[in-house]
């Protein structure tokens, strides 16, 4: 799936100053299996950006197309097969399910969309290291602990391309690498690419492209 | 189940139990009231071949009348007066015998039973028979004959004090009768069958054909009074008549009466009811409803994020609608366990005061449950799917 965006600018960021080759206002295209970073501010609408793609948000002008189709237009049926096969997504705030526990935070996600055993999850929890949580209430887990399962649950599902909002935010360094290898991992599985939104420009998250907001 | 877990696990059931109850409740007076009004508009129907809404009157018997003091009889002006009413269908002179009668059975299934008898004749529109069986000239076999229900019940008494089993009122229209009749002129016998029961009229009907062959031929004088109407008056205007008869001094038979103004008031009490219960009906299925609503805003974190990973708002309304039908539903079925408890005790005060209905489920009571279970699945996935396309894309 190619994403093009033309002249997109949300409405509530319709009156500030952006980067000349910012995102906002101007053409873009990102290629099936391409690793994009957006790295930029607080403020200068990441998350916008991951809710307009997400068809959460709907206040933009300009148009966004996955290949040819605007997604303004999309059907709730044409964003369910999107939601369930193209595009995967760690929020920044989460969207876990407190009440359940995390093999049914993540199983309520593979039981609708297939694609990985439950084998490889609990692999994939004790590489992240939250296998020891698999049977606990996300509510009584660390941001930490919650933000490697939502990486998780993001993985378990069949994607071109995965879209994490500041996904490393509260961890440490050791956690971010080892949930980037997952990531990078699951990706070449895939033929998939990622999409990360960072404020760090520190990040040593290796991209095919940069996106300025 | 992970995801009714996820949706009904923290619920405050108070509210949706007392939901539940206004419901079963509202459906239980609903189903009883529908299933007694059915049946109290249907009791005495059928059973009695005079139609509705029909009136035997005559003027009522005073002191004077008895010693010839006043008339007690009617001309054919006042006959003409009445039919021309408003609230009056058809009016008709009951016609009499001036000839004597015997009736006496004629069969080996019962043993011999020999009375005196009085006839009379209506006309056909007054018999709710097939008018084919209301028919007779001097060459049938058979006099058809409509017999006053309290004969049975005499026939009973005699069987009963012979130890013989009671009749039923099929038994006795199989009983071959004979009617013997006799005059200056002569006697003749006749093989009689009868065709249906009254309670109006305490004389054996026959046919006008047969009575003024009867008449013609044995009377000894042919011009009798006319001390009798029978009046058929227009469908809910029996007010109106009955204040008609008060003025002019006409009564009709104390139990046509009675039942009448019985129908007419447990039939307005049960309408009042059945209203009232409706509108029970209506407010706990919008309690349900609501209660349907705040289940899913409190759940609506939880609503958005699946629809978030993927899963259709038709899958999670439908979730929603589910639930809250098998509460419907188990209302519904606990309401018409109740009915039948209701029904079974309401029959037998009922029949202590004599009023026999039939015992079985009104047709009426049994659609009342797939009918309000459609309605409310209906209405429980429009709200449901409008509530959660809210959250969709949010």
């Not at chain 2, 005196?116 to 006099?143: G, M, P, R, T, Y």
């Amino acid at each position: 799936m190619n994403i093009t965006f033309d002249c997109v600018l949300p409405d509530p960021l319709a009156d500030y100053s952006h980067h000349p080759q910012s995102l906002w206002n101007n053409t873009h295209s990102i290629e099936q299996g391409e690793n994009i970073l957006v790295n930029a501010a607080s403020g200068k609408g990441k998350t916008t950006f991951t809710h307009i793609l997400a068809g959460l948000r709907h206040d933009y002008s300009g148009k966004i197309r996955f290949n040819s189709t605007d997604i303004s237009q999309f059907t709730i049926p044409e964003w369910l097969s999107v939601r369930q096969k193209k595009l995967s997504f760690v929020f920044q705030d989460l969207q876990l399910l407190p009440s359940l526990t995390c093999e049914e935070n993540v199983l309520l996600n593979t039981n609708l969309k297939g694609g990985v055993t439950v084998d490889q999850l609990i692999e994939w929890s004790a590489h992240l290291g939250i296998d020891k949580k698999w049977k606990e209430k996300v509510g009584v887990m660390s941001m930490g602990q919650q933000q490697r399962l939502a990486i998780l649950r993001a993985l378990s599902q069949p994607f071109e391309f995965v879209i994490l909002d500041e996904p490393f935010s509260h961890l440490d360094e050791k956690n971010s690498q080892l949930a980037f290898e997952l990531i990078e991992k699951r990706c070449t599985e895939l033929s998939a690419g990622y999409i990360f939104t960072t404020l760090d420009p520190t990040d040593k998250i290796p991209f095919n492209k940069e996106i300025k907001l | 189940m992970m995801i009714k877990k996820l949706l009904f696990k923290n619920q405050d059931r108070k509210q949706l139990l007392l939901a539940a109850i206004g419901a079963l409740l509202g459906m239980t007076f609903l189903i009883t009231s529908a299933h007694f009004l059915y049946r109290i508009n249907e009791f005495g129907e059928g059973s009695d071949v005079l139609g509705s809404n029909i009136l035997v009157v005559q003027r009522k018997v005073t002191s004077a009348s008895s010693f010839n003091l006043s008339k007690n009889d009617f001309i054919q002006e006042e006959i003409d007066e009445i039919a021309n009413l408003p609230f009056v269908d058809k009016v008709q002179a009951v016609k009499s015998n001036n000839f004597r009668v015997w009736l006496e059975t004629n069969s080996d299934m019962v043993p011999p039973f020999k009375t005196d008898a009085f006839i009379q004749s209506i006309n056909k529109e007054f018999v709710d028979v097939h008018a084919k069986e209301w028919e007779w000239n001097q060459k049938s076999k058979v006099l058809p004959i409509i017999m006053p229900r309290d004969f049975v019940v005499m026939l009973n008494t005699f069987m009963s004090s012979a130890g013989i089993p009671q009749i039923t009122d099929e038994v006795a229209t199989s009983i071959p009768f004979k009617l013997r009749i006799s005059g200056p002129k002569g006697e003749e016998w006749l093989d009689a069958r009868i065709i249906g029961f009254t309670n109006e009229i305490s004389a054996l009907l026959v046919p006008m054909e047969f009575l003024d062959y009867a008449n013609k031929k044995y009377a000894e004088n042919q011009a009798g009074k006319t001390t009798q109407l029978i009046i058929k008056g227009k469908e809910g205007q029996f007010g109106s008549l009955e204040d008609y008869m008060s003025k002019k001094g006409l009564e009709p038979k104390k139990a046509q009466l009675i039942v009448g103004r019985l129908k007419s008031i447990i039939s307005t009490m049960i309408v009042i009811v059945f209203i009232v219960s409706i509108i029970a009906v209506i407010s706990s299925s919008i309690v349900l409803l609501q209660y349907m609503q705040l289940l899913l805003s409190q759940n609506s974190y939880e609503v958005k994020t699946l629809l978030r990973i993927g899963y259709s708002p038709l899958f999670i309304s439908r979730i929603f609608a589910q639930y809250f039908s098998v509460v419907f539903a188990l209302s519904l079925l606990a309401a018409f366990a109740l009915f039948f408890l209701v029904k079974w005790w309401i029959n037998d005060i009922l029949q202590v005061g004599g009023i026999y209905l039939d015992q079985n489920f009104s047709f009426i009571a049994v659609i009342i449950l797939p009918v309000s279970f459609i309605t409310f699945i209906g209405f429980g996935t429009i709200t449901a799917r409008k509530n959660v396309m809210k959250l969709f894309n949010k």
